[in-house]
């Protein structure tokens, strides 16, 4: 294994950790506290996103009352010699796995529509939590019985800083849908509720905030300017790419010397569009990393946003059950070339189809968040209606959910939901 | 092979055909013209969708010019036996191929914006076409050198017919889009002009309509009121699902007494999204079906669209460039939450990344048109950015498009484009 | 569709047919009946490889009296322009189909011991045979119930003429084999009697010879010298190689001007090792070809056999029971590093398995000769035990065969036996 | 991760172990140090199959010398409460991994002929080395430049105790094969030299034999009586099977009380065959393993070996070059339906098809041994040759190995090779 460059205690606190402290903002001047040649690997450890906020246990008043302005807790930065802006930063995932004997747990959660939301907030309004146990190549929940597979292992965010000038675009931007939202939230096609919660984007804040190992003025200026590391972004960031896994090498635009990449958010299991928001299997862990350059490759290949080429690991499923949605809203309203609809259609159809086999909408939202299950534009220009799919793996589940094979619905309990959904 | 139930003639007009004469548009009273029990089996022949308006020569103003109110010309309908509302007919696609000798090429369009437009009508706003030699599992066209692969051949439309209560849901909701986009064109999200051209939604007209073998009164009726095709809907129709492809088995809600199954636009192959528009290789051609019933189905399954489980025959690829997108328009408008503005931008990514090899922006846009790339809704819950993937598989390339492997772009010629974009 | 270079009639004889006649023994002046440019593309029509002996009822005495002579009827030979020693001749497999309307069925045998035998002769020492449907890409057999599955399409016989040198050596070298066996039959590894049935390999014969449209002294040099089909040699020929399927392309040696390839022995789909002998689903058929040349290609890479590279048609499966075997026989002898032995354990193993689940001996060896199975050579230096496995995918059964599913076995028939094994 | 049951010391020799000390030979009084109900998961930690013997430089003389007495070294055994001869023990390969900074290196070797040999051992006499890094999912070598690609994962052996019965069936079994050597050493088909080096089989021989935790006259027993762990039989063993890798389930028959089931020889990736007999990539490492029963599962299933269920793990390719072999050895002599000698050959025709890209014999090997090729039984029946093939990865190679890419042979170095064959 690569040298450790990044210690991490899950039974600490994010700002007390014993190496370095991760960071939660980005910034152009966030301070490299790994170094290392072109041709380097190192490993670099990871808390969860949260920072340790969710535990296993069976309560989701956690995820309830999770304070989003502190994440994602990222481990980094790397400076890799020689990086220029109009370079590719070429990283390849070698290993990841989980921090053994010290953290050895993943969750899900439902978030409330008051603190987070989520893809099908407006469906599923209040808290809720599963606990997976992460049995090696496997993951298994005491929360979600009778699915059993190997999860699809990845980082969800990874990425380099930005330049300043990049940096004030994403802000600038992010500000002025802010505002479109103020004005007139309604204004904003397929925001969940059409209120002030949950919000459409998140500004900069030092409330929060940690700037990592920059000091005084600098880290003033990464918490008071640092971008929030919600979206993904040009820079990557917090892509939540499944196919983003273990063996898979990526081409990052760098933007500031020697690139400052950092990385977190590790989930053992993800479906596409990681649909509950915290969604994925959520976990701490580890990384191991190779880095090398591609002088001047924006240019070369024409790219603004990282490309990758996909490891070799799968899991491979030949057999799935697919599920369609188009562009009309479970209201019945037309919208226009909408494939944010079409896929909540899809996923919509999906669950009430996985409620007839016994699960709860819960459980049943928590494995399309969580299976590796493809997600596809299947259809976008037959207008109006976007055509997306959902092709959920067989194999995952031990009972066959074959259309052919419905049998009586078992009892299959319930994921720990909030009664008292304010905190 | 089953017994031919419906021929066609590619050399005759679309309402002059030897057997029956194909639909073109939904409506319950349509005229079954096959009749099968469950268990049965038919071959279909199919004309192309636009019923032969464009044919193999270098002429690009034929797209330009083609008549989009004939879209698309179906076989059927097909009436199952004991079919009954609430059933699920369930559809096997046992084999799909050319009419050896009668019509041997496959066809891809770039619509003029005045005329149909499609997904980047405005980067691509003339219209454009090439024209691909179907060579068994293989494709290749004269206008894309240096592509040549096993192409995913599958209809990209099939449905069963309406009930009267669903077609009257359909128009109206559809009806009340058009009028927003009347009153107020800059209202619809993606629009790609924000102008009255292209249209948002194509609401029923006479004008090209085609019943099928509905006579008299009825004829009326359906051409009259009946849906247009071009988009999917709860009884699947115009779905463009690439991986609904030979070998699968589709699960279809059925609204009318014998379900009334049509089933046509077969495409040679096709990439998620059919980004194009005519995107696919379009061509005229044969289906075999298999038609069973599962009693009850919509609700013993809980759906209200089609579900599906895909064939086994790939073609399979474990090599890929891909890109990615966020919901961050070219312009630099940041969306909430936008899977289609970042399907284009992974789209675009991919188009500059291929033109540095040599191609054309109208060639590489055919490329992923027709190529079986993987579009994914990678994420749709980081706040504001929805990210989406393109995933483009290496070996479809005569030579190597992986990022390391950058050499001198060739020439590799051009498609041909409208230079009068007026008709 | 390329031209149709090589008619068949299934209903008359090998000898009259329409077109050319096909040949049945490999010599350096066979005469070719189809010439092509490098790059050309051709259709050949093949007869199912026994000339259609063997016909769609439940008659199982036409396997046992299948007169093996006459095997196997080949189409062609194609003379490709400039082909000359030493090249490789490239082959790509751009189609296979059936006859429609002409010969749609697929057929497997069990041969008799006393006419051809088989790898399990010893315990399926009766002739038996099953008829397959032939549904597009499926396939299904009123003698095999319960399996339904997307077949591995190929050819199991394809290749270049020999030269004068080679044909000579080939023909010594098996002669030396024969005499060895004439004087001690007990003295050949895995021969399944050690008796005088089967043979250990067929020597020249004008018996049932066809020289194709060679004539006069050539026709009798031909039918007197050339060597008998049955095995692969360094030609190709018949290699029933399944993954040597749709979509593949194979580098051939040429060894004679013009290479004359010829083609036949068309499998529906086939196990590794195409178990039963006559174990593939047979049919007639029609493939089409590309044709061209790599000059000096043998020495250039060195090989002095065909290499090729599959296509990507699948069928991709990915959940397998997995059975193992080593080489002791079953009479407990040991025999050293003997990967015959250890596949036929496994082999045994698996018909096992499924007897457990109401299949006879009979059926579960034609599921194993029929369904894409993976029989892989897993160890050979383990000294003294060889293992061979066999991957048998669970989705070509229409229930579970699991190993953790094991319910009450069906009666699920049985194929027809001879019952009177002597002709 | 599992508690950790059976440690390993890589510094320490094998019969000084912190925790247990392994055990090399089977025998049903061996003594379970490890004791688990059905359900349970452990974690076990394994020497590399050699105890250590060869290490992590570039001295080949340590393959040449290496005391294959010794071999294999393997943790337990696992005693599995309840379980009974004739149920089925199964075993869920959770994880598989390197011993973090403490064994970080795999190494592969070629036998020398006059110890060990191996299946090319007359083409390739010498004892070789080469060591590879193990860099979390990928693999490469210094000395077998440009090869870098994601593992295939296993244990090479596992298996359950033999009861006394079998045990004295495979003792009697192997000593008249090597009796029958003795008496007349080319009686024995494919012994790579006819002599009496290497050998045919390893008899019982308490040299170098390690009888774990058994003390007394149990341990003496056990070391003049026990089986030799190098072939696989009935109760698995040393089967070498890459596909049975990590996520894999696999169900052992039972022959004592408590099962007794050991592992060990975990390989990093192996090619089909493991032709170099040291030829996977040899590692010390840990596995999780979960264990469950199938009560009275042999005659449940009609099975006498194991069978297991591959997990999803890939790595999952796509593109090959495939190579043919059929039973005519290399010095033109036939044989009866020898799938060894077929398999020898397509081997031989891989290496020289390397050799042209600059490797040697021996690196050609090595990458045949290590990288996960598919070695089929592709042909048993075609008299007299069987045809076996070799499908090699292209996405392995840093180079393209394409046929139609043939370029410059690159110089690519050497593997330390013994330059004095005798110790």
């Not at 094979?405 to 959904?421: F, K, N, Y």
């Given at each position: 294994m690569p040298e450790v460059h990044f210690e991490v205690d899950t039974t600490r606190p994010p700002d007390d950790q014993p190496g370095a402290n991760p960071f939660n903002r980005w910034h152009p001047e966030l301070e490299p506290v790994v170094h290392t040649e072109p041709g380097g690997t190192v490993r670099l450890e990871c808390l969860d996103w949260t920072g340790g906020q969710i535990v296993d246990n069976d309560d989701p008043n956690e995820v309830r009352d999770v304070d989003l302005n502190q994440v994602h807790y990222l481990s980094g930065p790397v400076?890799?010699?020689?990086?220029?802006?109009?370079?590719?930063?070429?990283?390849?995932?070698?290993?990841?796995?989980?921090?053994?004997?010290?953290?050895?747990?993943?969750?899900?959660?439902?978030?409330?529509?008051?603190n987070g939301g989520g893809f099908l907030t407006d469906h599923f309004p209040d808290a809720a939590k599963?606990?997976?146990?992460?049995?090696?190549?496997?993951?298994?929940?005491?929360?979600?019985?009778d699915v059993h597979y190997e999860g699809k292992i990845h980082p969800g965010l990874l990425g380099t800083a930005p330049s300043q000038e990049l940096l004030d675009e994403w802000v600038d931007r992010e500000a002025t849908l802010i505002d479109q939202h103020d004005d007139d939230p309604e204004s904003i096609p397929n925001h969940p509720t059409g209120e002030s919660q949950p919000p459409v984007a998140s500004p900069p804040t030092p409330d929060g905030a940690q700037a990592g190992e920059a000091e005084g003025d600098v880290a003033d200026r990464i918490e008071q300017e640092g971008a929030r590391t919600v979206p993904p972004r040009e820079h990557g960031g917090n892509t939540d790419i499944k196919d983003l896994s273990l063996g898979s090498t990526i081409y990052f635009p760098v933007f500031v010397e020697g690139a400052k990449f950092g990385i977190g958010d590790i989930h053992a299991s993800q479906g596409d569009g990681e649909i509950t928001f915290c969604g994925a299997i959520e976990m701490a862990g580890y990384v191991d990393l190779k880095f090398e350059l591609v002088k001047d490759g924006m240019s070369k290949h024409g790219i603004s946003h990282p490309i990758?080429?996909?490891?070799?690991?799968?899991?491979?499923?030949?057999e799935y059950v697919v599920f369609e949605g188009?562009?009309?809203?479970?209201?019945?309203?037309?919208?226009?070339?909408d494939p944010h609809v079409a896929y909540r259609q899809a996923c919509l159809e999906a669950i009430e189809y996985l409620k007839k086999f016994g699960y709860t909408g819960e459980q049943a939202l928590m494995i399309l968040g969580t299976v590796p299950i493809e997600g596809r534009h299947s259809g976008v220009v037959d207008i109006p209606n976007a055509c997306s799919t959902l092709a959920l793996p067989k194999d995952v589940f031990e009972f066959d959910i074959s259309p052919d094979?419905?049998?009586?619905?078992?009892?299959?309990?319930?994921?720990?939901?909030?009664?008292?959904?304010l905190s």
């Open positions: 400076e890799v010699d020689g990086a220029e802006p109009g370079d590719l930063l070429k990283v390849t995932l070698l290993d990841i796995g989980v921090l053994n004997e010290r953290s050895e747990f993943g969750f899900t959660g439902i978030f409330s529509q008051q599963a606990i997976w146990d992460l049995d090696g190549t496997y993951v298994s929940s005491r929360h979600v019985p990758f080429e996909p490891g070799h690991r799968g899991p491979n499923f030949s188009y562009s009309v809203t479970e209201d019945g309203e037309q919208r226009y070339m094979e419905l049998g009586e619905a078992a009892d299959r309990g319930q994921v720990p939901i909030t009664d008292d959904p």
